[in-house]
């Protein structure tokens, strides 16, 4: 596809409604996503190391105090997504106690040792959300083939995928994004995350055509409002 021109760039963004999803590690940062637009959070603990599981008391807390959908992150710790019999059983708990906490869902995700989807583990921990959407996170970006991938998550029932396109940052994997966003159709929803910033949001968007993006919000409201000041306002 051609690039767009700026001014036809801009009218092809305002087309769309582009969801805004802010990645989010205290209360503070969770207030500061929804004044400056988030349309989503994902409640994680050491965002630093790409996103922990919060203690249950955090999630409690944020969910008493927004409005808007909040994702819990479910990843017993750092590191690579292939996981022991004991992980598995603890991120099973952890999904468990996020939806009976009231999270609108989850994000995870599990790796087998030759970096392909774990069909099992995933499988089951889709299956104890209990029906809430789950977002399978960037572990995906560690598969041989992400857009092959989405054949994969869309058969096991997930609602969305958190992907840079297998790249550094959003931007840089747009061409891989959109391959995602084409062969995922109606049946799941691709989240461009990665470096999304207001500077670049709108050629991530326009070069990709994720109608979802993700970016950090570490208790500044600016970096979200910038984000959705860049996109035209919320209904954009």
């Known amino acids: 596809m051609l ?6 760039a801009g009218r092809e963004i305002r087309r769309m409604m582009i969801f805004i999803e ?8 969770a ?3 929804t004044d400056g637009g988030a349309d989503r959070l994902e409640l994680c603990a050491d965002l630093d190391a790409g996103g922990t599981t919060p203690p249950r008391a955090l999630v409690a807390a944020v969910l008493a105090r927004v409005s808007v959908p909040v994702l819990v992150m479910i990843r017993p710790r750092p590191g690579d997504f292939v996981y022991s019999p004991a992980e598995r059983a603890r991120m099973a708990a952890d999904v468990t106690a996020a ?8 994000v ?3 790796l087998r040792a030759d970096r392909c989807i774990d069909e099992e583990v995933t499988r089951a921990l889709i299956a104890g959300a209990a029906g809430r959407p789950v977002t399978f996170h960037r572990a995906i970006d560690d598969t041989p083939d992400p857009v ?14 958190l992907s840079s396109g297998a790249a550094p940052n959003a931007l840089e994997g747009a061409e891989v994004l959109a391959a995602m966003v084409a062969r995922a159709g109606d049946a799941l929803h691709v989240v461009a995350g990665g470096g999304v910033r207001a500077h670049n949001v709108g050629a991530v968007v326009q070069r990709s055509r994720v109608r979802e993006v993700h970016a950090r919000c570490a208790g500044d409201a600016s970096r979200i409002r910038g984000i959705r000041q860049a996109l035209g306002g919320r209904d954009v």
Do not use: K, Y
């Open 31 to 33: 207030l500061a996503a």
């Open 3 to 8: 690039p767009l021109e700026p001014r036809a």
């Open 148 to 161: 092959a991938a989405i054949d994969t998550l869309v058969s096991l029932g997930a609602a969305r995928v």
């Open 22 to 29: 802010a990645a989010v590690e205290s209360l503070d940062d």
């Open 108 to 110: 995870l995700g599990a």
């Open 99 to 106: 939806i009976d906490a009231g999270a609108a869902g989850v």
